[in-house]
RNA sequence: GUCCCCGUAGCUCAAUCGGAUAGAGCGACAGACUUCUAAUCUGUAGGUUGUGCGUUCGAUUCGCACCGGGGACACCA
């Protein structure tokens, strides 16, 4: 039984026996640790004649459960619930608390990060897609979801062949010292077949290098070219023509999407018969739900592509599959050095690129930086500031605290964890049992709402909740109940702290 | 011109469909190592949440109007 569950089933049963309303009760977590652990506001809610805190009194009188050691009623009509340490020893000491999240229930998902364009370095921008997309996943795994992960190659269509015609010298659409080696390496003289060429090394020595580095790994790479040469593209165009939902204008092929909400029709097939990224687009998410089965499809975009995200749905609903994409949508990177906004990478003279940062920081900082921020907010990536913080770090902190767990574990030797904790009553040692207890909620919150910041933030609670009862609990004591005790716990720690480490893909060092 | 995102402590950012005294880290200041690693802990200072109206018992959160920053408005991908 899950706390939060416990509250919404009782309040909401309460309200339903008292006033016979459906209620639908939103349980909070109070700012203020006295004001307990979980708490409702819904008594100021329900409109009555009656005073929010004689309802909030009254919900509180049909509430009869062991989970909580205390449950108050205060001003204007909060109802707050204190965890019982009992309660929550006893959870903590079950085998499948760390691996019974089950909110996916086996659903199939797919996460579609990054997908940049293989023409050219991965940029900032571009790469911050790579730890959200990897991180988003892990999370999703791991409350249930049989998830994969894949990166959509764009390697068809107008900007392949700009791409060949600048390894020819035949423009300068693409520059850089990349597009000079490819022009002594690549043999085609037909631009569109030097662009494939061109992409597929790109793709390969410089996009996969830096995705690799930065601790990714797919399950799937995605060529768009091969759904246009198998002809799946074709197939899908015909499909929706057949529901009726295209129509010829001045040469063109034209979507209706205007019928499903957006704001223009969408253009499928040009009037030189070429096909557009749209078209591929809605085969490719075809094929996700219809060859592929997932159950939903998650899409990590660039902010710049907001004006695509109606078109895509209004396609895959035309084709049968509402509502099964979500899109998210990430704000761009700024990168900054010396206070100044960078604009153009040294070394390649392009757009500053992702290699720029992994040159000089680690992967677990570059993650944990893009990961602390919400994906709607803009990022200023202070790279001095970075530099200069890496080793007073949130993520030193965090992996500190794993060290040092480790290090009392090593000293300690073999122990046989015990089966109650009754011992544990000091502050610090509650404190931190809680913060263990809320690590599935935070991944539950996460894989639902998918605002990843709450990942890093919990594993600095956590860490910083170990750190306070490190500095105030001897774990190795004379005591040898106590401190097996308390080697339980510590192990307990280590089990959450690995698990989000995990999750963020930052690596958990036994030693620092 | 229309649409989207952002504006919170000196800096980078949080704040759970609208909740209680707006929180962390870094930076500043003052303390704590004979210890399981001080890459830590304890404390202090720091805010009219861009501005102004409005809705509400209650607004950083919702609405309207401004100001400022970024982005999108293709038969490009």
């Given at each position: 039984m899950e706390a939060r569950k416990e509250i919404k089933e009782l309040t909401e049963k309460a309200i339903k026996k008292l006033y016979g309303l459906d209620f639908s009760v939103q349980v909070l977590i109070p700012k203020d640790k006295s004001l307990g652990d979980y708490a409702i506001s819904s008594a100021l809610g329900?409109?009555?004649?009656?005073k929010a805190l004689e309802i909030a009194a009254e919900i509180k009188e049909e509430i009869k459960s062991d989970v909580f050691s205390k449950i108050e009623v205060i001003e204007p009509g909060f109802i707050n619930f204190f965890l019982s340490p009992e309660f929550l020893k006893q959870e903590l000491l079950k085998k499948e608390f760390f691996d019974?999240?089950?909110?996916?229930?086996g659903k199939k998902v797919q996460v579609e990060f990054v997908?940049?364009?293989?023409?050219g370095p991965l940029t900032v921008g571009n790469g911050r897609g790579g730890p959200f997309g990897d991180v988003l996943g892990n999370v999703l795994k791991r409350a249930g979801f049989k998830v994969e992960k894949a990166y959509y190659i764009n390697d068809y269509g107008q900007q392949i062949l700009a791409l060949g015609r600048s390894i020819l010298k035949q423009s300068k659409e693409y520059s850089g010292k990349y597009i000079d080696d490819l022009g002594l390496r690549?043999?085609?003289?037909d631009p569109y077949l030097a662009g494939r060429k061109g992409a597929q090394i790109i793709l390969e020595e410089m996009i996969k290098k830096t995705i690799e580095g930065l601790g990714i790994k797919y399950d799937e790479w995605f060529s768009e070219a091969k759904l246009h040469e198998k002809g799946e593209v074709d197939k899908t165009i015909d499909l929706l023509k057949k529901k009726g939902w295209l129509y010829e204008k001045e040469g063109a092929t034209w979507f209706r999407a205007t019928a499903f909400g957006d704001e223009r029709d969408r253009v499928l097939?040009?009037?030189?018969k070429e096909k557009t990224y749209l078209a591929g687009d809605l085969a490719y998410h075809r094929y996700k739900f219809e060859?592929?089965?997932?159950?939903k499809v998650i899409n990590v975009w660039g902010a710049d592509h907001y004006g695509d995200v109606v078109g895509l749905k209004a396609g895959m609903e035309a084709l049968?599959?509402?509502?099964?994409t979500d899109i998210v949508l990430l704000q761009f990177v700024t990168v900054i050095k010396e206070g100044k906004p960078v604009k153009m990478s040294k070394r390649l003279?392009?757009?500053?690129?992702m290699d720029d940062l992994l040159e000089e920081l680690s992967p677990d900082v570059i993650r944990f930086f893009f990961l602390?921020?919400?994906?709607n907010t803009h990022l200023n990536f202070d790279m001095d500031l970075a530099k200069e913080q890496s080793e007073k770090n949130p993520v030193y902190y965090i992996q500190y605290a794993y060290t040092r767990i480790c290090g009392i574990l090593k000293k300690a030797g073999q122990f046989k964890k015990t089966g109650?904790?009754?011992?544990?009553?000091?502050e610090k040692e509650i404190e931190l049992m809680k913060q263990i207890y809320r690590i599935r909620e935070t991944i539950e919150d996460t894989a639902t709402d998918?605002?990843?910041q709450r990942i890093p933030q919990y594993a600095i609670d956590l860490a910083a909740s170990f750190h306070r009862f490190y500095q105030e609990c001897q774990?190795?004591?004379?005591?040898e109940d106590l401190k097996k005790q308390r080697l339980t716990l510590v192990s307990l720690t280590k089990n959450a702290l690995k698990q989000v480490l995990d999750l963020m893909g930052v690596s958990a060092p036994e030693e620092m």
């Open positions: 329900i409109k009555r004649e009656k019974s999240l089950d909110i996916g229930q997908s940049a364009n293989p023409t690549v043999k085609e003289s097939i040009k009037s030189n060859k592929k089965k997932f159950d049968g599959h509402k509502d099964k003279g392009t757009a500053i690129i602390a921020k919400a994906a109650n904790l009754d011992l544990l009553i000091n998918y605002q990843l774990v190795l004591t004379e005591k």
